[in-house]
Nanobody, 122 residues
Framework: VQLQAFGGGLVQAGGSLRLSCAAS????????AGWFRQAPGKEREFLAA????????QVADSVKGRFTISRDNAKNTVSLQMNSLKPEDTAVYYC????????????????WGQGTLVTVSS
């Protein structure tokens, strides 16, 4: 499975940004995908995940209410809508996937996409 993330960039505090991740390869109904981020000097942080078949979601408390994850099975994409962005949201954002079961931390990930940088200016 290959993952390619899109949509990073520079945004002002309070603004919104939408990240997308295109998945290709052998994707089964048990597949799950999600998003992590890593700020300089910090560990990779789980943000949100969604299962491919049922659309069951898991969202980190730190971004709940601001970030929304969704998927488009027909296009094999998973997106992260980020609203009310803050300077502390600045990080490299990574798309991730797991062959079976929901993702809730980095140790569960089977596949990583390349990172996309999100910079939130104050």
């Amino acid at each position: 499975v290959q993952l390619q993330a899109f949509g990073g960039g520079l945004v002002q505090a309070g603004g919104s940004l939408r990240l997308s991740c295109a998945a290709s390869g052998r994707i089964f109904s048990t597949f799950a995908a999600g998003w992590f981020r890593q700020a300089p000097g910090k560990e990779r942080e789980f943000l949100a995940a969604i299962t491919w078949s049922s659309g069951r979601k898991q969202v980190a408390d730190s971004v709940k209410g601001r970030f929304t994850i969704s998927r488009d099975n027909a296009k094999n994409t998973v997106s992260l809508q980020m609203n009310s962005l803050k300077p502390e949201d600045t990080a490299v954002y990574y798309c991730a996937a797991k062959s079976f079961g929901l993702i809730t931390d980095a140790t569960m990930v089977n596949y990583w996409g390349q990172g996309t940088l999100v910079t939130v200016s104050s």
